[in-house]
């Protein structure tokens, strides 16, 4: 709208062009860092149509943190985290598919990890925003130094 895009978007669009423009029989070092999961909890407007479509939330310029796909989750700040989550997954997706495409998938090494536990931290306007992450068995997250806080799951 103002010439602006949502940060993900832009790395997510620079990482699939290094691949699609990657000389298939050289190495690629290829290290994307996601920010899709963080604080503010307020997603781009792709995730609020279809499933993710909100109903109106309340007050006057309240943030879009409803979604209609999540709503067996009862707290809107955990629907909103879903979505997050959900889009980076999706974005997950689009690179394995890219390096699918390249005939790089077969020798390549994907490691996914976070940098930190989940946030459960209040703020001032309440956790809508803020919070969000479960952490459970672990006590804690983001910002503590209890389990939930560094301890994180990974993949290889």
């Excluded at 103002?2 to 669009?13: K, R």
């Excluded at 943030?63 to 980076?88: E, L, N, P």
């Excluded at 090494?109 to 672990?138: F, K, R, T």
Aim: one cysteine or more; hydrophobic letters at 35%; glycine letters at 10%.
């Amino acid at each position: 709208e103002n010439g602006t895009e949502w940060i993900d978007y832009l790395f997510l669009d620079e990482s699939l062009k290094i691949i699609n423009e990657h000389n298939a029989s050289t190495p690629l070092f290829l290290f994307h860092s996601f920010h899709t999961i963080h604080a503010p909890l307020n997603a781009p407007a792709e995730l609020y149509v279809g499933d993710y479509a909100p109903p109106p939330c309340a007050g006057e310029g309240a943030m879009r943190t409803c979604f209609k796909r999540f709503g067996s989750i009862q707290h809107d700040d955990r629907r909103s985290y879903a979505a997050m989550v959900t889009w980076t997954d999706t974005a997950i997706g689009k690179i394995i598919g890219a390096l699918k495409a390249k005939s790089m998938w077969d020798n390549t090494l994907v490691v996914v990890s976070s940098d930190n536990g989940g946030p459960q931290y209040l703020s001032p306007i309440g956790y809508q925003l803020w919070g969000g992450a479960n952490n459970l068995p672990l006590r804690g997250g983001k910002t503590g130094e209890f389990e939930g806080g560094i301890r994180v799951n990974s993949f290889v």
